[in-house]
DNA sequence: AAGAATACTGCAAATGTATGCAAAGTTTTT
DNA sequence: AAAAACTTTGCATACATTTGCAGTATTCTT
């Protein structure tokens, strides 16, 4: 095994995991604890990762290479929730969409005859825009952060005061009835918070992992929500919690 | 067996298990040790791949735009281009680099050591430097043009007003030593001429088959570049009409 | 503070690299 | 068609990198 395809697997691994342990790597790859340690040392040389005693964990740059759907039944999912969506669209919109795969996957979906001015801090979603010629992009610049290839910051906050748009699609990492709606990243929940004075309506598109989960940041509570978008049945008992809250759900 | 076929099974192997160990390879093409590892270097020059110890790794470059390439000749001087720039980088500085393919193709050539500030206003070059852990990247936000993945604008051109970058690589589309530099997009001609007044040199790579061509929108005359890198030699008698306007060729 | 787990150091073996050289093969020139 | 010039190839050599191991030092856990 080269030593480079070693390690392309331990970033791999880093990545899904956020953590690794030498002893158990070794193992799994087959080779020494030191290789696995010197590996380690030297990719933590480039800024790839941070070595810790017994093993290594991501670093917070780390390149995220796995932009796709995460799977199978997380794709059905999805596809699900992006077809109620598609209803909302109308010709001569203005749409907010930030990162996330789910408006990743939505903003893919669109249909090509639409005629939408869009909105976004992410990279991947507006390169996906690519492929809709009638769709406008208004791409928000600031310091890019590669680990969700999405722009934050001041610039991004400053560009976002002139923007009055119809619908903001907010992408989150947990959403919770009493705890509302919330995302790891502290910048980006200011930025979250500011696409939402920027737009009408903002709108959560969630699959249903996402329930009942609580980041670090409060983006804002469930009630100031609009609309919410699952892959579930409205009426599903799992969203019973939601539903008192007044909140249109479909 | 010739050599030219034998490279391009070595690409082909490349592309379906993205590596190559030079015994095995040695064994299964029938040749020495020497010859493998010799057609290795001389791909790796033309940009193909990237030469390891003990084998050779797919180059992201090619996986990444592999078809969308204009050719397996305009790679190969990509690679000799790019490797010249790359001695121009050095730790702490600001660079500001626009779209197109040489740009993007220098992006992924980095040193993954190298400690800089990117400013951008290319999507796929801002996606590029996710693998880059010490490269910070700021991005250029404005009106997105999907045709060059490209932001430009008025948004582009305020936020560029506030850089002060120690280089900046413009992409052209002609270069002529009469002519000057020109590009067919009027707004983005504009654009560049603002990443040049942002920058304390102004860098132009470009392949051959660029030169002596004239595009509709002039960036500035040929006098006012600080440094060109071309594919070809700095003697080329194909250099010779700019080589007297005494702007430093490379 | 003791014991366990992990990390570091130096070393030797294995493997890989660079270079020059001569033979074989190709192309160009005469 | 022969000779000359150039390229490619395989091999031998000396040098460099990578790897696993053993011994020792350090850090963590209880």
Known sequence: MLKEERQRLILDKLNTDKKINFVELGKFLDVSYDSIRRDIIELEDKGFLKK???????????????????GASSSEELGILSKKA??????????????????FFMAEQLA???ELTIVTNSTPLAM????????????LGGTYFKRYQITLGSEVSRQLEHINADYYFMG????????GLSIR????????QQMMQAAKKTVCCTIEEKLNVQE????????????????LKPTDVALKDFQKQG???I
Chains 1, 2 share one sequence.
């Open 52 to 70: 810790v005693h017994g093993g290594a964990v991501a670093n917070s740059y780390l390149s995220v290479l796995g932009t796709k759907t995460n």
């Open 112 to 114: 090509k005859t639409l």
């Open 247 to 249: 909140v249109e759900i």
């Open 128 to 139: 996906a825009l690519n492929e809709h010629p009638r769709i406008d992009v208004i791409f």
């Open 172 to 179: 989150v990492n947990g959403v919770d009835a009493q705890k």
């Open 216 to 231: 670090a940041h409060r983006v804002c509570n469930f009630q100031q929500l609009d609309l919410m978008i699952t892959n």
């Open 185 to 192: 990243h502290y910048e980006e929940s200011l930025i979250k």
């Open 86 to 103: 598609q209803k909302l669209f109308e010709n001569r919109q203005t749409i907010i969409m930030d990162g996330g795969t789910t408006n």
